[in-house]
């Protein structure tokens, strides 16, 4: 996972509106990219965050129709900013507030993995799009649970040991960046931070109860003359 800033921001997945990447540099550690946008510029200061296709950036740079950010060499690496060129759009979504409404579900903009888009079929109420994943991320996907998708909110509606599949609304379809996509386009994909919450306190309790197991034997019982 990454992280771009210290402190921790939150994201509904719900996208505010779609950018253009207006240039994008990449150094041996970290690059920088120049995003043109409208709406998530109105009341963002310098330091605030930004999901820019579901990883959260910092803004260290604002102008009246852009702004800038440094993405770390490990995201570029890890996930699908690396492959951008100018002109590609981009999914924008400022963070959370607490007055504001959780429309979509707790997104982090930690990305756990990229995905590739392996069928995309159109029906009359809605589209649906199988995404094939990485054993590390399925693990964290459940059927009807929430799936971040470069930073859109979505509902899994299948799962298996290879891929995924969500159906899209026609609203959400025209609104995001999924309208651009095809076969073998790859995405961000961040999974529900519920199901690595509770991975992790299993993991303490299996390690507790490993812990008062006794570290006594036959062989240290016998080597003791009982």
Not at 69 to 85: C, F, H, Q, Y
Not at 188 to 205: P, T
Request: charged content about 30%; overall charge negative.
């Amino acid at each position: 996972m990454f992280l771009e800033k210290e402190g921790e921001c939150v994201f509904t997945g719900i996208v505010e509106e779609v950018g253009i990447l207006k240039e994008i540099t990449k150094g041996s550690e970290f690059g920088v990219i120049e995003v043109q946008c409208s709406k998530v510029l109105e009341d963002t200061k310098i330091g605030d965050s930004i999901a820019t296709n579901g990883v959260c950036l910092t803004v260290k740079e604002k102008n009246s129709d852009s702004f800038k950010a440094d993405v770390m060499g490990e995201t570029l690496e890890k996930s699908s900013l690396g492959d951008l060129r100018s002109g590609d759009k981009l999914n924008l979504e400022r963070a959370l507030k607490a007055s504001d409404r959780l429309g979509g579900h707790i997104v982090s903009g930690h990305i756990d993995g990229i995905g590739r888009i392996v069928s995309i079929k159109k029906e009359a109420d809605g589209t649906w799009f199988t995404i094939s994943a990485s054993k590390d991320v399925l693990k964290y996907i459940i059927y009807k649970g929430s799936i971040g998708i470069d930073g859109i909110s979505l509902t899994v509606a299948y799962v298996d040991n290879e891929i995924f599949k969500v159906s899209v609304i026609p609203h959400t379809l025209e609104n995001t960046i999924l309208i651009n996509k095809k076969i073998n386009s790859k995405v961000n994909l961040e999974c529900d931070l519920i199901g690595k919450y509770v991975e992790k306190l299993c993991g303490k309790k299996d390690e507790v109860e490993e812990e008062k197991k006794s570290n006594i034997t036959m062989e240290f019982l016998m080597e003791n003359g009982f």
